[in-house]
């Protein structure tokens, strides 16, 4: 397969469009171009907006452009979930083209197997012990483990109950956590160039004894995409010395700043719905995080999970009423219990937050993501709750699969595409026959196969680059090549990833061409209209993630 790199968007250029744009029902809604209205004023396509416009503004945008009224409630929901997804493809894609070349993002994203194998090291190098876990597991120190937690309404602000893993109950009266310093064996980088590789700061890092990873937080835009991190080291490092020795070190023009950790950080308590304490949902969520544990290699883990349970169980079918009904209440606890015991595991071994749906590289950068994440008292959500267990869902689908990115997130079926090509160097001479037309120096290549799949294999190891060559042009409008389509599925492929700014334009217009054109003039919305991002008071609706 061909390794060039995706070429890269330049300023003015028109932009292409996202993987996946096009498809939608309603797409005659969301034609990208702009129209005029009866005054004959310009009327801009609601998705070259820079923010996602709310269901009212949509509804009235729509109207001006196609001078039509959906004739129901349903209808007009149903296209504004449509031009939403699209929204958000457009948004990604055009983020993507943006920074698929810069040093971070190819760090983070970058298919080539130079990068992955950094990953992974970085990863390996930062992970828990799983040993220590299972240790903890067993002398009983986890037993008292809970994620629920219970909250106190006072006349001035809620008061947070919450469990730690050891059983031991702490009260908070704010979401905004203190992280702990940890100033024996964390220095801080206090910034890293988006432009510069990680590579070469961990190389630095290296020259002291004792040195083990650096945890990079997220890259911010306010800050021009740079990073701020933490060097870890192993315990005993002088870490006076190691600051003496490592900070002020040039690269290029860009100098190194090093510090001690001496005060917390901000973090953030974060609150599941309350049907996550349902006995379906519970079900639902330990068979996915189990799955996950046996995915990542915890299958030791999950053994010693299943022997501790045995050790609290009751027989739900004991003959004796009472017995039994303390039988069936002990069974539901012992599934909580399980799923505490996973949802642990997972983010003291894996540095992976479930609920969250995203795993960090280390444990310092996923403490600052997602300090606690806990579960509110069993309440109906209504269609809010319902769209967070979604986005729940399809995260974790993506960690449990992360080749297979649905359409719908823009993802690409690279198998049907090289299919597709493949056609045209495959022949078929019988019903079981099959040939190979592949054209070489020599001539065509000529071997025969049973099958059009066994055809398809030939090609992609055989003619791996004439096959991505052929097929240069195969995604109209979306990726140029296999090897682009590959990056762009790695970024999506990661229900943490870095997401662009809400200011950020899809489409950056100069702002004289911004100034000649307008928003759609307001239009009244149909009386059957409910606008989905508007509260009781008509203040937006935020979800919790």
């Not at 240790?135 to 629920?148: A, K, T, V």
Request: with cysteine; net charge neutral; charged share 25%.
């Amino acid at each position: 397969m061909s390794t060039e790199r995706p070429a890269k968007r330049v300023r003015g250029d028109p932009p292409r469009s996202p993987p996946g744009a096009g498809t939608s029902a309603n797409h005659d809604c969301l034609a990208n171009s702009d129209a005029q209205n009866a005054s004959g004023t310009t009327v801009l396509d609601p998705l070259s907006l820079p923010a996602r416009l709310s269901f009212r503004q949509f509804v009235q945008a729509t109207q001006a452009r196609q001078g039509f009224a959906h004739d129901s409630d349903a209808a007009w929901q149903h296209a504004y979930q449509d031009y939403r997804a699209a929204h958000r493809r457009a948004q990604l894609w055009a983020f993507f083209l943006a920074h698929c070349d810069d040093a971070w993002f190819r760090e983070k994203y970058d298919p080539a197997p130079e990068y992955e194998s950094l990953r992974e090291t970085r990863r390996h190098a930062a992970l828990g012990s799983a040993a220590q876990w299972i240790d903890e597991l067993r002398r009983g120190q986890l037993d008292g483990i809970c994620y629920d937690v219970t909250i106190e309404y006072t006349d001035t602000q809620p008061l947070y109950a919450i469990t730690n893993r050891y059983g031991v109950v702490e009260h908070f009266d704010t979401e905004a956590l203190p992280v702990p310093p940890d100033p024996e064996h964390t220095l801080l980088v206090r910034a890293w160039p988006s432009d510069l590789a990680r590579s070469a700061l961990e190389a630095h890092l290296g020259t002291f004894a004792g040195f083990r990873y650096v945890a990079m937080l997220e890259p911010l835009a306010q800050r021009h995409w740079q990073r701020s991190g933490l060097a870890v080291f192993a315990h005993g490092t002088d870490l006076c010395a190691a600051l003496a020795a490592l900070d002020g070190h040039r690269f290029g023009t860009f100098q190194l700043h090093l510090a001690r950790v001496d005060r917390p950080a901000r973090g953030r308590l974060r609150l599941a719905p309350g049907q996550t304490q349902s006995v379906a949902r519970i079900e639902h969520d330990t068979e996915q995080a189990r799955r996950l544990a046996t995915k990542w290699g915890a299958d030791d883990a999950l053994w010693e999970i299943a022997q501790r349970l045995a050790h609290l169980g009751h027989d739900p079918h004991d003959p004796d009423e009472s017995r039994r009904l303390v039988a069936v209440r002990t069974l539901l606890t012992q599934r909580k219990k399980q799923l505490d015991w996973l949802l642990d595991l997972l983010r003291t071994v894996y540095h992976c937050d479930y609920y969250l749906g995203v795993r960090c590289d280390c444990a310092e950068e996923l403490v600052r993501r997602s300090t606690v994440h806990v579960r509110r008292a069993l309440a109906d959500d209504g269609e809010h709750g319902a769209a967070w267990y979604k986005q729940l869902d399809e995260k974790v689908a993506l960690l449990l699969n992360p080749t297979h990115i649905p359409a719908a997130l823009g993802g690409v079926d690279t198998d049907a595409e090289d299919a597709r090509v493949a056609e045209q160097f495959t022949a078929q001479l019988a019903p079981d026959k099959f040939q190979c037309r592949m054209l070489r120096p020599s001539g065509a290549c000529g071997k025969l196969f049973k099958t059009r799949a066994h055809v398809l294999k030939h090609l992609r190891t055989k003619h791996a680059a004439a096959l991505t060559d052929a097929g240069a042009g195969r995604f109209v409008h979306v990726c140029t090549s296999l090897t682009q389509a590959a990056y762009w599925h790695r970024y999506l492929a990661d229900p943490g990833r870095v997401m662009p700014p809400a200011h950020e334009p899809i489409d950056r217009a100069a702002p004289s061409e911004r100034r000649s054109m307008e928003v759609a003039p307001p239009v009244a919305p149909p009386s059957h209209y409910r606008d989905l991002d508007a509260g009781a008071a008509g203040a937006p609706i935020e979800l919790p993630y």
